[in-house]
């Protein structure tokens, strides 16, 4: 512990300063377990402080029997997030001194669904919390598809507007295709147009914005230290907005990627060969300990309600990994709640700053 605090209080590169301050004394440990295959080396001090020996004056010899009972590194997105947010605010201070502009996210939300009334509430806490403006319209689930167009356009033309947002999903008789591609695309921070996936698919060309969800996985992994070049990464799931995109992210990152879907003959198989997975399918505990190679990566992007009447709300939140096998096995996992879902408001927050910055031409 001393050692720490040595390095805390000693100038630190650009690359530790945002790490986590418990992994500043060795930002390459999860590099280096990767590389080793290995559970547990690097993480002594959190393990003997985890399960402190029922002898407490004798020094603790590690045994084989506990490299077995050995627990992975939880990759705090909830602190990562904090961070973020904070660096955030600084720049969007620095902006709005400099030449008088504050980003401004505008979100539209249809129907009553309760989780998206949550997430809404959550992002504009979010944007409170960096000095982002928000615009927010609430409108009722019967409302037609025109209604919502002519919304987006209203927000596509106010220039103190410089991201908008569709919670999705939305109402089953609104066409979720024709109300994306109404967002100007210099203001959709989902990264959700097609013109915006279709260059983060090509190689030397750039989107205006990378979707949320698996920009914040992506950002984990980066300030946790895990290199991915050259890895084996499996996607688990292969949706627009999670996995399809994750995909993409992850080859320019130089990992070697496999997509693992409803229809995979041996989804296990091909999942227990990889470095690094991302799970993002929505199916509460579906990835065993079974499925995961020792010392791999895991980013568990599910948020799944399972039922819980221990629990206040009547549910809890699991991820799409059974935490309590993978733990045992993996290097570093990302829990839930904590996870990926605070990164995901982050990133929304990032890409409202970059869009504001790119249209002032600010940096
Ligand atoms: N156009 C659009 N963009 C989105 O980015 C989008 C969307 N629609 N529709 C719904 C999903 C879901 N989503 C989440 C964001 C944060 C948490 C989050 O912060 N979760 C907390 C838990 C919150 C709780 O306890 O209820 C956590 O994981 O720690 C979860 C989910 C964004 N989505």
């Keep these: 512990m001393a050692s720490m605090v040595a390095t805390d209080s000693s100038p ?7 790490l986590p301050v418990r992994l500043r004394t060795d930002a390459f440990s999860l590099r280096r377990l990767l590389h080793m295959g290995s559970t547990y080396s690097t993480t002594f001090p959190r393990y003997f402080a985890l399960r402190p020996s029922p002898f407490p004056t004798s020094p603790v010899v590690p045994t084989a029997a506990m490299a077995t009972e050995a627990s992975a590194e939880v990759i705090d997105g909830k602190a990562v997030a904090k961070q973020i947010r904070d660096e955030i605010t600084d720049e969007v201070s620095r902006m709005k001194e400099a030449i008088g502009v504050i980003p401004g996210l505008a979100v539209i939300l249809v129907g009553d669904r309760k989780d998206s009334a949550t997430y809404v509430r959550n992002k504009k806490k ?52 024709n ?12 990264g959700f147009h097609p013109l915006n996936i279709g260059r983060l698919a090509m190689r030397g060309r750039e989107p205006l914005f990378v979707p949320c969800t698996p920009k914040g996985c992506i950002e984990l992994l980066h300030r946790y230290g895990v290199s991915l070049k050259g890895k084996r990464a499996v996607v688990i799931g292969r949706s627009n907005i999670v996995g399809m995109p994750a995909a993409l992210l992850l080859q320019r990152e130089d990992a070697t990627v496999s997509v693992v879907h409803s229809r995979t003959n041996n989804p296990e198989e091909i999942t227990r060969q990889a470095d690094l997975i991302i799970s993002a399918v929505g199916q509460p505990n579906m990835v065993r300990g079974s499925w995961i190679k020792p010392g791999a990566v895991i980013i568990d992007v599910g948020i799944n309600p399972v039922d819980d009447i221990n629990s206040p709300r009547g549910y809890r939140l699991v991820g799409d990994v059974c935490y309590e096998e993978a733990c045992k096995v993996a290097s570093a996992i990302t829990p839930v709640p904590g996870g990926v879902g605070p990164m995901t408001i982050a990133m929304l927050l990032q890409n409202t700053l970059i869009s504001a910055e790119r249209i002032y031409n600010f940096h």
Excluded at 166 to 173: D, E, R, T
């Design 12 to 18: 630190s590169s650009a690359a530790a300063r945002l």
């Design 126 to 177: 979010a944007c409170e919390s960096v000095g982002i403006n928000s615009f927010e319209v609430h409108l009722p689930e019967d409302t037609t598809e025109q209604e919502v167009l002519t919304h987006i356009s209203v927000f596509n033309d106010n220039p103190s507007v410089h991201g908008i947002l569709v919670q999705l999903p939305l109402p089953s008789h609104m066409n979720e295709q």
């Design 179 to 190: 109300v994306l591609n109404a967002i100007k695309i210099e203001k959709d921070v989902d």
